[in-house]
Nanobody, 118 residues
């Protein structure tokens, strides 16, 4: 089973930037969605941004042009660049993969914490 390894969370001041990376443990074939969700305690996990194998992207409205998702330089990686971070962006961020070959079943990373605070 494919595993996802995340990196790049941490503490940043409001207005700062962070870069999250997610790498799949093996090659991904066929059509897929790969992206990031986030969750705060007591709330449902919500989509932040995702990219397809074709390069199409989806963003949550709250990203408002502040976040950019892209494929990383290494194969089977995605990168989420987050700029102009706000305290409301504080959450656990999870990498997600859905592959058509597996009926778009969710594969999740272990999560990485992002804290935006002065």
């Amino acid at each position: 089973q494919v595993q996802l390894v995340e990196s790049g969370g941490g503490l940043v001041q409001p207005g700062g930037s962070l870069r999250l990376s997610c790498a799949a443990s093996e090659a991904i074939s066929g059509f897929y969605y790969m992206g990031w969700y986030r969750q705060v305690p007591g709330s449902q996990r919500e989509l932040v941004a995702r990219i397809t194998s074709s390069g199409d992207t989806d963003y949550a409205d709250f990203t408002m042009g502040r976040f950019t998702i892209s494929r990383g330089n290494a194969e089977n990686t995605v990168v989420l660049q987050m700029n102009s971070l706000k305290p409301d962006d504080t959450a656990d961020y999870y990498c997600n993969l859905q592959m058509r070959a597996y009926s778009f079943r969710d594969v999740w990373g272990q999560g990485t914490q992002v804290t935006v605070s002065s």
